[in-house]
């Protein structure tokens, strides 16, 4: 099966890039995602990058994807407190298949 | 447009008792998925549904767990008999005719005592 990894936590300060990176194992993967968690809510869809894309950018976001290495990456310009949240990322991979296979997420936490 | 609405948001059974979570999806939406998160845990796919069909079930406990999409209404999941175990946060997910976005509503949180 699939296997996202990411690392469990990230700490910045307010105003700096926060960069947070998933791994994983199926070249196969078609649609790779992030989505944002707070406390006791659900999952807000971020961004997302089709497989053919290196980069994708949507104001303060920026998505990378590394093919080669199977690494994709979200950065953060300009962090906020806001942007205190666990951020997951999530991959549809095989043909006809619908389920996103999720990391266990990256707990960022912003320091004023 | 209302987002993804799932209720209710918060269940607690007892230990045997059964467990009803509905779903439903935005508006336009005719694909459902329902995953399954454990604390401190990422969320695990459980399974997706179209209307009055179960496309894909492969993440789906070969007992006690049973999902529908009713032609009208909202999309259920039931667990039956419910264990300790069971006790997560179940999120709904609902996707556009494109299929490329998944939406995900804000969960129900089973407490099994």
């Known amino acids: 099966g699939e296997d996202v990894e990411q690392s469990l936590f990230l700490s910045v300060r307010e105003g700096d890039s926060s960069v947070i990176n998933c791994t994983y194992t199926d070249s196969s993967s078609t649609y790779l995602y992030w989505y944002k968690q707070e406390p006791g809510a659900g999952l807000q869809l971020l961004t997302y990058i089709f497989s053919n894309m290196d980069m994708k950018q949507d104001q303060r976001l920026t998505v990378l994807l590394n093919k080669k290495d199977k690494h994709l990456s979200l950065r953060i310009a300009d962090t906020q407190t806001g942007d205190s949240a666990i951020y997951f990322c999530a991959l549809l991979t095989g043909t006809g298949r619908r389920a996103l296979t999720f990391g266990s997420g990256t707990r960022l936490q912003v320091q004023p | 447009n209302a987002g993804v609405m799932q209720n209710p948001r918060h269940l607690v059974r007892r230990r045997g008792q059964e467990a009803r979570l509905r779903c439903s999806p935005m508006?336009?939406?005719?694909?459902v998925y329902w995953y399954r998160q454990l604390p401190e845990e990422g969320l695990k796919f459980m399974v997706y549904l179209q209307k009055e069909n179960i496309i894909d079930e492969s993440g789906m406990p070969k007992e006690r767990f049973s999902a529908e999409f009713p032609k009208e209404g909202p999309s259920i999941l039931r667990i039956q008999q419910v264990v300790r175990g069971d006790s997560a946060a179940y999120f709904c997910?609902?996707?556009?005719?494109?299929?490329?976005?998944?939406?995900f509503g804000p969960g129900t949180r089973l407490t099994v005592t």
């Open positions: 508006k336009g939406h005719s694909h």
């Open positions: 997910a609902s996707s556009p005719p494109s299929l490329e976005e998944q939406y």
